[in-house]
């Protein structure tokens, strides 16, 4: 059984817009996945429509074997999701749009309090529960907002860009408290732009653009594809170029030189070159992470076949 | 009681209770400036004109305008109510939080009608307190009385929450209370019998259906009226069971709330 099935599904936004232009999408019980894709790529119209924001205009999707046509009821109490915008009542107190969520899950009292304090307690906003939701921070927002998701004890959890513009600091601890979840059971799917988040914490990956699914596997094998990568080299004194080499170079500046090493090739050979032609190299590092080099490419490729069709 | 069932009273029991929080909470606002027209009413209208026009149909005219007072009361309020706590949480999104959840749109439904009749009935008592400090009224028959009022104020109740489903920004929640609502209340003989009207306008006033309502409210409390009172009973079933129906429709289709 998948925990979500998604075929063949379309949104047109008013009759004019194709936000997804027929998506297939499979996520295995207790995966880790995420669902990456530029700007406006339509992650969050399928996010929505899985959790009946947004209807769709065709397709079919099925929630552990839930047909959401026939048994949405049935399909909605098995999610829980954590939108990309702010969406509950300011004035409310955090405490009580705990409460609350869990009454329209059918969630009794005696169950849900005990349960919105563990929850709130896990996330670090306990002693601001009798505090209306207005006066919590940013990052606290959000963290109620995973709170609130997990108030039904979902067995697939959707989240929508949740660190976005949070910092540093509660990114990480919100990427140990997904993965503990994660172990435990809850399969989860996380749209994100830090490709190294989804790089860290997921096993599966689909990568949508313009309402298409280009790229639809697992992470490793995916970043194994990935034939070059570019690595920006600093060094120790000015250059001005490589003599016939057989790498891909470009100077960025006297001290920095950006090189496109191919898999074929390795690192040993580069650093060779370099001695024998002198460069003292101080520090490197890749360009990008390596799962944005393989993005960056696809959506390039995408864009490029897109083109030739027109 | 299987699951199920007990899932959707807990959850009706919630959007109910989170209802009546709201206008609880805020009663400044929404059972408190009732308090201040209805007596400016009574005081003006039944005091000081009141005392200067003929009985109508054996009462004093400061007792012949407070069922019509009362009635105005439950309408507008229930109506308010689910209108603006109902647009509140599409403003701030926080209808989300209904929309995710398993519960039936059909829920959401009850819990806010009931919430808004709760209210507007609220709002009917604190008005006939009110009026017991200017006069003496008798109920003729409390079934009609409590059956109107709870009608009314469940059929307005709806009303208010399809409005605020069509509504876009909080214009459209006063447009229709002002411009449709208020007219057909004082159209709607509270303030005078038909019968002082010619009759051409006197037919034409049968079509509103806030007379109607009114005037079968009246009989209850008075035991007089001018138009026929199973007319308007009838005639507030039928138009109850219409916006149930077209609001059940929307909210499952999720028209204004899902795009
Ligand atoms: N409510 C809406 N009405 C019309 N168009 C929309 C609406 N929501 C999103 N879109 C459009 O659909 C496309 C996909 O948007 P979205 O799913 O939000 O992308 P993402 O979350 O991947 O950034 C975009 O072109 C966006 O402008
Ligand atoms: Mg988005």
Redesign the pocket.
């Known amino acids: 059984m998948y925990a979500l099935s998604v075929q063949n599904l379309k949104?047109i936004?008013?009759n004019k817009?194709t936000?997804?232009k027929g998506i297939n999408l499979e996520v295995e019980e207790g995966d880790f996945f995420a669902l990456l894709?530029?700007?406006?790529?339509?992650?969050?119209?399928?996010?929505?429509i899985l959790c009946s924001l947004?209807n769709k205009t065709s397709g079919k999707v099925f929630v552990f074997d839930y047909d959401i046509d026939t048994d949405l009821e049935a399909a909605k109490s098995c999610i829980g999701v954590v939108p990309?915008e702010l969406n509950f009542n300011p004035f409310e107190k955090v405490q009580d749009i705990l409460t609350n969520q869990a009454g329209y899950y059918g969630i009794p009292k005696n169950v849900a309090v005990p349960r919105a304090e563990y929850y709130l307690k896990k996330l670090g906003i306990w002693d601001k529960r009798s505090q209306p939701a207005v006066r919590l921070s940013g990052g606290m927002k959000r963290r109620l907002m995973i709170a609130r998701a997990l108030i039904n004890e979902p067995k697939l959890l959707i989240l929508?860009?949740p660190t976005a513009g949070v910092d540093i600091e509660l990114r990480y601890e919100l990427w140990e408290f997904l993965t503990e979840l994660n172990q435990k059971g809850t399969t989860i799917i996380l749209?994100t732009h830090y490709l190294e988040e989804a790089e860290r914490l997921c096993k599966n990956v689909a990568i949508?653009d313009h309402?298409e699914i280009i790229e639809h596997s697992n992470i490793k094998s995916l970043i194994n594809r990935l034939n070059v990568q570019t690595l920006i080299l600093d060094l120790r004194a000015p250059a001005h170029s490589l003599s016939n080499s057989k790498f891909h170079f470009r100077m960025l500046d006297e001290l920095t030189m950006e090189v496109e090493v191919l898999r074929d090739m390795s690192i040993n050979a580069l650093i060779n070159e370099l001695t024998e032609q002198g460069l003292v190299v101080s520090s490197m590092r890749n360009k990008t992470n390596r799962l944005e080099e393989l993005f960056v490419r696809l959506i390039a490729e995408n864009k490029k076949s897109e083109a030739q069709i027109l | 009681m299987n699951t199920e069932h007990f899932k959707t009273v807990v959850a009706f029991r919630t959007v109910l209770r989170k209802e009546i929080t709201r206008f609880l909470r805020i009663w400044s606002q929404t059972l408190f400036p009732p308090v201040i027209t209805m007596t400016l009413y009574f005081i003006i209208f039944g005091k000081l004109i009141g005392t200067q026009i003929n009985k109508i149909d054996g009462y004093t005219y400061m007792q012949y305008i407070v069922p019509g007072l009362v009635m105005m009361s439950i309408m507008t309020n229930s109506y308010a109510n689910t209108a603006g706590s109902f647009f509140g949480a599409k403003f701030s999104k926080s209808i989300e939080e209904m929309l995710v959840s398993s519960m039936p749109s059909y829920v959401i439904l009850f819990g806010y009608m009931c919430g808004g009749a709760l209210r507007g009935l609220s709002v009917g008592v604190i008005v006939v307190f009110i009026s017991l400090f200017f006069t003496e009224i008798h109920i003729q028959h409390l079934g009609i009385v409590i059956l109107m009022a709870v009608l009314s104020a469940l059929l307005f109740s709806l009303g208010g929450l399809i409005n605020a489903i069509f509504a876009k920004n909080f214009d459209d929640i006063s447009f229709i209370p002002t411009f449709v609502l208020t007219p057909l209340t004082y159209l709607g003989g509270v303030f005078y019998s038909i019968k002082q009207l010619p009759p051409q306008w006197q037919a034409i006033s049968i079509l509103n259906p806030i007379l109607n309502m009114v005037d079968t409210f009246r009989f209850g409390m008075l035991g007089v009226s001018d138009l026929n009172i199973y007319f308007g009973f009838s005639l507030v079933c039928v138009l109850y069971i219409c916006l149930l129906i077209w609001c059940l429709i929307l909210l499952k289709k999720g028209v204004g709330l899902r795009?």
């Open positions: 949104k936004y008013g817009l936000a997804l894709g530029p700007n406006g790529a339509g992650k969050s119209t399928t996010i929505g947004v990309q929508d860009e749209t949508i309402g | 795009t």
